[in-house]
């Protein structure tokens, strides 16, 4: 069996743009296989949080350090991605936290305009050497609130970000300027597309207004060079062991295991650090 490979082309366009799309870098049964994993995994829907959005329509994720030998690690530790995150830094990447997203139809809410370094900055990670990847698990389209990212933005480096509550959302003076001059893209994904993209790129998301979920598997990761002066996890700055791209389906539907560190809205007082909280 054949495997998609993250190519000097891919690294080019995450550099220029800061993020690339690579259509089914996970094949149509490799992504079948999670979400049929996720529909039978009770501890992941059980560690499931609520966020609410300013329109009262709430988001769900779970979200855990400590990935694990199940199939969402098959995925985030993968040799595809892994040797992506090698070319974009030149070293060893991290993985620094794994959510399943859960925009459920018609409740899924929304997502303020943000970028993911603007709340890891807080964890206390020097560089902004740190970047997502996202795992298509259903369709996303403009209809169930797919995400929309600022080409180029992550040129503009680090922007303060406020939190109320729980809103949160990059300074919107400085938002509404790079919507003047940058390009707006809808990330519209078919299972098993998968995006890179750098923690200083700005993005957002609109509320699920359809009668379709979209779910995705998103991995955090970090150079692990780059650790943390606060306190977090050993993970974020212990380099990956990959696993075999064969992994995923030799693992098969094995769920989150129960060694899984799940971020807890109610222990873990700053919750909001680790996750973008919706507006
Ligand atoms: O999936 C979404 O709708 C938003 C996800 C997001 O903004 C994030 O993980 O930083």
């Known amino acids: 069996m054949t495997y998609k490979k993250f190519t000097q ?5 995450f550099e ?12 149509p049964e490799e992504v079948a296989l999670l979400l049929e994993t996720y529909k039978n995994d009770k501890l992941i829907k059980e560690s499931a949080i609520n966020v609410d959005d300013n329109s009262g329509l709430n988001t769900k994720l779970t979200l ?5 030998d199940d199939i969402y690690g098959a995925f985030s530790k993968s040799e595809r991605v892994v040797d992506g995150l090698e070319m974009i830094w030149g070293d060893k990447p991290a993985l620094y936290h794994t959510k399943f997203m859960q925009k459920e139809p018609k409740v899924g809410g929304a997502w303020e305009w943000h970028q993911d370094y603007g709340y890891w900055y807080d964890n206390g990670f020097l560089y ?7 795992v298509a698990v259903t369709r996303a389209n403009k209809e169930n609130g797919c995400l929309q990212v600022l080409k180029g933005s992550h040129k503009i480096g680090r922007i303060n970000h406020g939190s109320t509550g729980e809103q949160v959302g990059a300074d919107m003076r400085r938002v509404n300027a790079a919507l003047k001059s940058m390009e707006l893209v809808y990330v519209e994904l078919e299972p098993g597309d998968t995006l890179f993209f750098h923690g200083n790129l700005l993005h957002k998301s609109d509320a699920n207004t359809s009668e379709h979920a979209r ?7 970090n150079l692990a060079s780059n650790k943390s002066f606060m306190e977090e996890p050993e993970a974020s700055h ?4 990959k696993v075999g791209n064969e992994v995923i389906l030799k693992v098969g539907a094995r769920g989150v295991q129960e060694t899984a560190h799940f971020l807890n809205k109610k222990k873990d007082e700053n919750w909001k650090k680790s996750i973008v909280a919706p507006k």
């Not at 902004?128 to 996202?134: A, E, F, G, K, T």
């Not at 212990?238 to 062991?241: F, H, L, M």
């Open 9 to 13: 082309a891919h690294l080019k366009s």
């Open 16 to 27: 220029k743009d800061g993020y690339v799309l690579i259509r089914e870098f996970f094949s």
């Open 64 to 68: 855990w350090y400590n990935s694990g």
């Open 128 to 134: 902004p050497d740190m970047l997502s990847v996202m």
């Open 215 to 221: 779910f995705s598997l998103i991995s955090a990761y």
């Open 238 to 241: 212990t380099p990956i062991s």
